[in-house]
């Protein structure tokens, strides 16, 4: 509670200069300022826009890979010794990448 108040003292003291040298009341400079900080704090916490979209080849290679990759796991999920590095390889030849 002590530390509150003393940030909102030291608040207090900052939009007080800043209101008499515009002119404005200051509940309007304070609610100025409370509006931009909490706008930063939810433009801070936003997602980060539209999501890239897949190419038709990463949709082909994804399809694939997911066809592919059982041969190469074991019963209980664990990939087998490379399986991973050749159900990559088997993907890409099936969705015709690394043309030559």
Known sequence: ML???RL???ADGLLV???TLTGLPPSLVQGFVEGTTTGAV????????KKKKASAYARKY???FKRVAPKYKLKSGKWKANGF???VKEAHKIAGGKKR
Do not use: E, M, N
């Open 62 to 64: 994804k399809a694939a």
């Open 17 to 19: 200069p800043v209101s």
């Open 3 to 5: 530390l509150a108040a």
């Open 42 to 49: 939810a433009a801070g916490k936003t997602k980060g826009g």
């Open 85 to 87: 590095r050749r159900a």
């Open 8 to 10: 909102r003292a030291i």
